[in-house]
Structures are given as C-alpha cells and as structure tokens.
C-alpha cells in the first residue's frame, strides 16, 4: 500500500467506499428487510455523516486551500461562499429540470407521482455521490493514507443505509429484488469517479481546489436538506432520525481527527 500513487489510494479507496452501497441493499436480495424506524435512524446517521463531512473535509479544506492564494482577508471565504451556493443551485437546477422529461410518459395519476419521487429520490442519491467520491479521492491526494482514511471510512459507512433506502423504495415501486438491488449498487459507482478526479485535480490543479471542494459540499448540502432529511421524517419517525443524525455527525467528526 505503501508505493501506491495518491490518485490510486484516492481510486481504490472511494471504490471500497462505494461498493458499501451495494452491501448495504443486500438485504432486499434476502427479503429481511430491517423495519421503517430501522432505516429512518440508519438514514439520519447518513445526513449527520454528510453533514460532517462536509464542512470537516470539503469547507474547512476549502478555506485552508483559499488563503494562501489572496492577500485580502475576505477573498477565501467569498469564493468558498459563491462556491457552496453554486452547487447547490446546481443540483436544484438538475431536480427542477429532469423529471419532466424522464419521467411523464407511461403511467399516470398518484402511481406515476409516487415512482417519480422514487426516482427523484435515487437521482439524487447519484448526485450526491459524485461530491462524496471527490471528498474521499481529495483526502487521499492531499494527505496520502492518513488524510484520506478518516474520510473513506465515514462514507463508505453512510453509504450502506443509503444503498438500502434506494433499494427498498425501488421495490415498493413493484421493482424485482435483482433489480432494486442492481441499481442501488450502481448508484454507488459514481463514487470511484469523483474519487479517481477529486485526487487528479489536487495532484494537477491547485487552483481550482477551493472552488472545487465548496462547489462539492454546496450539492452535498442540498441533498441533505431537500431528499435526505425529509425522507427520515416522512413516516413520522423524527426523534430517530434526528438520534442517527446526532450519531452520524459527532462519529465523522471524531474520525476526522482521530484518524486524520
Ligand atoms: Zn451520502
């Protein structure tokens, strides 16, 4: 492991933290699907991970990233600032403008509304994916074994409730086990893809990090607060949701600077 270079470390590293997705959805292959409070509260603990990680490895770094390239005091986290609200207009942009194409033919009436909040939900999954990939693959571009470690342990383990809320929602659609599963793990793929570029555009391009990394957690934000957070609290489970997210958060946090 030693003589990997950085841009392998970050590409096998958000690799293994992606394919969580897919062992997390297993259970549906089985038919022991853990309850709804079960994966309310395993849900929450993504968002609290999420949350974490995105100011501990993407902002903060963002800002540490900035500073050096500006005299003026203000300038990093003006651009951290626009950064964080163009990713997140980006992925508002993307749910505003996809499912009108994607999903109207085919079925209709409160059917069709429900598989296309299913899909929305699953869209976004993919989405956020990306950013997380580009968090594991920066952390190990920058810090080699130790800087990314923390970062791929913490995703790879909020991705498996993740992969299991895709999974079975899928299924409630009428989807085949085989399938349900299948996507999910897909939907986790995206990961080594960001990760294979979070830890090219450190190696390469300095300058576009700070733009990058913020960028990144402004999606990751978004996801949060408009798919993640409100799917927890759909079957009324809020005190659950909110105890996992409570986990998720100060377990990122201390595994940042444990292990980082
Ligand atoms: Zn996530």
Same mark, same amino acid.
């Given at each position: ?6 841009? &392998? ?26 309850? !709804?409070?079960? !994966? ?9 991970? &999420? ?26 986290? =003006? ?7 163009? %990713? &997140?207009? =980006? *992925?508002?942009? #993307? ?11 085919? !079925?209709? /009436?409160?059917?069709? =509304? ?13 989405? $956020? ?5 580009? =968090? ?8 080699? #074994? ?6 791929? *342990? %913490?995703? %790879? ?16 659609? @009428?989807?085949?086990?085989? !399938?349900?599963? /299948? ?5 986790? &793929? ?35 607060? $408009? ?5 927890? $609290? ?12 409570? *986990? ?11 292990? @980082?």
């Amino acid at each position: 492991m030693e003589n990997l270079s950085p841009i &392998m470390l970050g590409f096998l590293g958000s690799l293994a933290a992606g394919s969580l997705t897919a062992v997390g959805a297993a259970p549906v292959l089985f038919g022991r699907i853990p309850s !709804r409070a079960t !994966r309310d509260l395993s849900l929450g603990f993504a968002a609290g991970v &999420m949350l974490a990680a995105s100011f501990f490895s993407l902002i903060i770094p963002a800002l540490d990233a900035a500073e050096p390239m500006f005299e003026n005091g203000a300038m990093p986290a =003006a651009i951290v600032c626009v950064s964080i609200l163009l %990713g &997140m207009g =980006a *992925v508002a942009l #993307m749910n505003e403008k996809l499912p009108h194409e994607h999903f109207k033919t085919g !079925r209709e /009436g409160p059917e069709a =509304a429900s598989l296309r909040r299913v899909w929305l939900f699953i869209i976004a999954i993919t989405i $956020h994916n990306f950013p997380e990939g580009l =968090a594991v693959g920066v952390g190990f571009g920058s810090g080699g #074994m130790e800087g990314g470690l923390p970062l791929a *342990v %913490g995703i %790879g383990l909020q991705n498996a409730p993740e992969g299991l809320a895709v999974a079975v929602s899928l299924l409630g659609e @009428g989807y085949p086990k085989l !399938r349900a599963w /299948g996507i999910a793990a897909l939907t986790g &793929m995206v990961e080594p893809i960001g990760g294979l570029l979070g830890a090219g555009i450190i190696t390469l391009s300095e300058p576009l990090l700070p733009w990058g990394l913020a960028f990144a957690a402004g999606a990751m934000l978004y996801v949060i607060s $408009h798919e993640i957070i409100p799917e927890t $609290h759909r079957s009324g489970h809020k005190n659950r949701a909110t105890l996992g997210l409570a *986990v998720g958060l100060v377990l990122m946090l201390f595994l940042d600077v444990w292990l @980082g």
